[in-house]
Antibody
Framework: QLQLQESGPGLVKPSETLSLTCTVSGGSISSVPYYGGWIRQPPGRGLEWIGSIYYGGSTYYNPSLKSRVTISVDTSKNQFSLKLTSVTAADTAVYFC????????????WGQGTLVTVSS | QTVVTQEPSFSVSPGGTVTLTCGLSSGSVSTSYYPSWYQQTPGQAPRTLIYNTNTRSSGVPDRFSGSILGNKAALTITGAQADDESDYYCVVYLGSGFWVFGGGTKLTVL
């Protein structure tokens, strides 16, 4: 059974960079045709897709966040990571990582999510 | 930019049938968008209910079904139960690693 687990600081200061890592276990992150994706959910609000990465390194970002987002992959560690720069209080959210299927078009496995609060 | 639309809220009586819909701000949702549906309860990660328009995920009761109705994707719950009270999200896949989420529908069972 594939499992995903987010990790990283739970508190980030305004204007700094939010960094999270998703560790995949029970399967390879390099499986075709799967993507590693990041999704977030501000408190009391809906889900927002941030972006995704293919194991070969190709990335795809939500246009509304593109200027601040970088997603990378480390296949040797079976991990993919998110960096979001110049954060503000509006970036406070639960951040989920998930596996996306390019064949069936859905997000089939999700991490449990991690709350990141932006505050001084 | 692609915007996915959903009803903000809906209510259904226990044992009743409800259909939630998922549209696009411009254009139609078709099977080519591989619409999928997720159920989320507070504090939990989303759970996949339906993918590829009408395929139930493993372990999902058959009272949940997906379809295309007109120009929208639809999730129908037949014989609603109290624990179906959740938030439901529609997601469309634009291809090449791009996904778009709808705003979600808060379903009340009362």
């Amino acid at each position: 059974q594939l499992q995903l687990q987010e990790s990283g600081p739970g508190l980030v200061k305004p204007s700094e960079t939010l960094s999270l890592t998703c560790t995949v276990s029970g399967g390879s992150i390099s499986s075709v045709p799967y993507y590693g994706g990041w999704i977030r959910q501000p408190p009391g609000r809906g889900l927002e897709w941030i972006g995704s990465i293919y194991y070969g390194g190709s990335t795809y970002y939500n246009p509304s966040l593109k200027s601040r987002v970088t997603i990378s992959v480390d296949t040797s560690k079976n991990q993919f990571s998110l960096k979001l720069t110049s954060v503000t209080a509006a970036d406070t959210a639960v951040y989920f990582c998930a596996r996306g299927s390019g064949a069936s078009g859905h997000l089939d496995y999700w991490g449990q999510g991690t709350l990141v609060t932006v505050s001084s | 930019q692609t915007v996915v639309t959903q009803e903000p809220s809906f209510s259904v009586s226990p044992g009743g049938t409800v259909t939630l819909t998922c549209g696009l701000s411009s254009g139609s949702v078709s099977t080519s968008y591989y619409p999928s549906w997720y159920q989320q309860t507070p504090g939990q990660a989303p759970r996949t209910l339906i993918y590829n328009t009408n395929t139930r995920s493993s372990g999902v009761p058959d009272r949940f079904s997906g379809s295309i109705l007109g120009n929208k994707a639809a999730l129908t719950i037949t014989g609603a139960q109290a624990d179906d009270e959740s938030d439901y999200y529609c997601v469309v896949y634009l291809g090449s690693g791009f996904w778009v989420f709808g705003g979600g529908t808060k379903l009340t069972v009362l």
